[in-house]
T-cell receptor, first 114, second 115 residues
């Protein structure tokens, strides 16, 4: 079975500040990990993904995430927040075995203050 | 470049009514999914179709049925709507028919209210 826990349903940062969104996963097999972003009244779109190989993954819009197996974490970061980053962010886990669909976390809403 | 198209975008139903949400993708993807999104609960999988001709239950299938009409289309039916089915429904597709390692492409969602 797989599960995802996102710590903090709401995160507020100032424009230009570091963004850190936390994700911990549980998986009995090697995980594939994803971050998706959802802007208001839109569907989700992929920010970045980890499958195998390099544990630091870079995505779109300056975001990156690091896979830490020992901590079962895949936290999302961005050095400097921009107003346009305000959105809801979802962490998801999959694998190449088992059920053929991703399991999503409950989401973190990011607010960026001017 | 339409991607994943869902209809309708908004619907209001009375308890006990039935309706079908339609989804079509033009990316020649093998797998298609239906998720529901509720505040504080993220996205929960209702049903998925790993390939044309197959469908499988997800986490919350009760009260729903699906049909994979062909490779492009995957519909979700509510036979007798209940207020607990008030939600935003997302259809998604992915290239892979094996495992769940690939990127999902999402439609814009269908907002359903059951009174």
């Amino acid at each position: 079975a797989q599960s995802v826990t996102q710590l903090g349903s709401h995160v507020s940062v100032s424009e230009g500040a570091l963004v850190l969104l936390r994700c911990n996963y549980s998986s009995s097999v090697p995980p594939y990990l994803f971050w998706y972003v959802q802007y208001p009244n839109q569907g989700l779109q992929l920010l970045l993904k980890y499958t195998t190989g390099a544990t630091l993954v870079k995505g779109i819009n300056g975001f990156e995430a690091e896979f830490k197996k020992s901590e079962t974490s895949f936290h999302l970061t961005k050095p400097s927040a921009h107003m346009s980053d305000a959105a809801e962010y979802f962490c998801a886990v999959g694998s190449d075995t088992g059920r053929r669909a991703l399991t999503f976390g409950s989401g973190t809403r990011l607010q960026v203050q001017p | 470049n339409a991607g994943v198209t869902q209809t309708p975008k908004f619907q209001v139903l009375k308890t006990g009514q039935s309706m079908t949400l339609q989804c079509a993708q033009d990316m020649n993807h093998n797998s298609m999914y239906w998720y529901r999104q509720d505040p504080g609960m993220g996205l929960r999988l209702i049903y998925y179709s790993a390939s044309e001709g197959t469908t499988d239950k997800g986490e919350v299938p009760n009260g729903y049925n699906v049909s994979r009409l062909n490779k492009r289309e995957f519909s979700l039916r509510l036979e007798s709507a209940a207020p607990s089915q008030t939600s935003v429904y997302f259809c998604a597709s992915s290239v892979s028919s094996g495992g769940n390692t690939g990127e999902l492409f999402f439609g814009e969602g269908s907002r359903l209210t059951v009174l």
